[in-house]
Nanobody, 125 residues
Framework: QLVESGGGLVQAGGSLRLSCTAS????????MGWFRQGPGKERESVAG???????LYGDSMKGRFTISRDNAKNSLYLQITNLKPEDTAVYYC?????????????????????WGQGTQVTVSS
């Protein structure tokens, strides 16, 4: 089970740190990712992180988004800076198991097996 937290209402220019806590064991065995879906928009890939900590970002996500993980805490994080109104969305964390190397990372949502319920981020102008 994946549970996101940290969303809320923020003014443009502000920052947020989203968290995703996984229940169960073997968190370190999963590739993790963040995705978002804004109102009336398709789902977007924000970032992914491999089991060993390699990161990959969506094309429009580089610079203001930082994904990280703490395997000891079964937790995934997404730091967002300089928030913009267009960042308004429900943010989801997801997990995928893989037999690939520990450096493998993906941001293709179709490859992710487990999803959280999402946390709403609203950015006011």
């Amino acid at each position: 089970q994946l549970v996101e937290s940290g969303g809320g209402l923020v003014q443009a220019g502000g920052s947020l740190r989203l968290s995703c806590t996984a229940s169960g064991r073997a968190f370190e065995r999963y590739v993790m990712g963040w995705f978002r879906q804004g109102p009336g928009k398709e789902r977007e890939s924000v970032a992914g992180i491999s089991r060993s900590g390699n990161t990959l970002y969506g094309d429009s996500m580089k610079g203001r988004f930082t994904i990280s993980r703490d395997n000891a805490k079964n937790s995934l994080y997404l730091q967002i800076t300089n928030l913009k109104p267009e960042d308004t969305a429900v943010y989801y964390c997801a997990a995928r198991s893989t037999a690939a190397s520990s450096s493998h990372v993906s941001i293709d949502p179709r490859t992710y097996e487990y999803w959280g319920q999402g946390t709403q981020v609203t950015v006011s102008s």
